[in-house]
């Protein structure tokens, strides 16, 4: 199966249109999501394709009456359900946040999915995921401030480029701290020393 044509910024790919290859269609999204997939939605029911709906977040969608509603306990069991029930060719359609978008993508992967099968549209955040190399945690922070990990504390310097495996941006230590830490560890040792 061909990949959807997609603007690819990152970890944010915003379908461009529906997967010709695909002999079935599943979108899957948070509520805030729905918005972003409704008209790919709308093409493949005009079209009368085979194609299946899963909301997570709201208990009905008055536009779309073969929607499966879930709430936040019931979406990893509902969303696999419908990947589990999903024919073959099916190209997958994921719109959320960027943690949401990860543990579907997760989860389909974990089912067989490729990533080419799976398109994904981050919706609703102006934060991004980092992974803290010092301390091993992820935290999310707002793309336009400086990295300052909550855990431990640590200024980082965060790479451009995006970790499918750990869902986040790495961040690293940042240089001119660095320096800074070693000047104040050298002082630390020399006065272990000279006492």
């Not at 965060?158 to 070693?182: C, D, T």
């Amino acid at each position: 199966m061909q990949a959807a044509a997609v603007l690819n910024q990152g970890p944010v790919q915003i379908p461009a249109g529906l997967e010709s290859q695909a002999k079935h269609h599943l979108f899957i999204c948070q509520s805030g999501g729905l918005r972003a997939l409704d008209s790919l939605i709308a093409k493949a029911r005009g079209e009368a394709l085979s194609h299946a709906v899963v909301v997570v977040g709201e208990d009905t969608v008055p536009s779309i009456e073969s929607a499966c509603c879930c709430c936040e306990e019931q979406a990893a069991s509902e969303i696999s359900a419908a990947l589990v029930q999903a024919p073959l060719e099916t190209a997958v359609y994921v719109a959320g946040t960027p943690a949401f978008r990860d543990a579907v993508q997760n989860q389909a992967r974990t089912l067989g999915f490729t990533d080419e099968q799976v398109h994904a549209y981050v919706t609703g955040s102006v934060l991004r995921r980092v992974f803290c190399t010092h301390c091993y945690t992820t935290h999310e922070y707002d793309r336009n401030q400086r990295v300052v990990c909550s855990n431990c504390k640590r200024p980082l310097s965060v790479r451009e480029r995006y970790s499918r495996y750990l869902g986040a941006y790495v961040g690293i230590q940042a240089k001119q701290q660095v320096s800074e830490m070693n000047a104040v560890h050298r002082s630390r040792k020399a006065a272990y020393h000279d006492g």
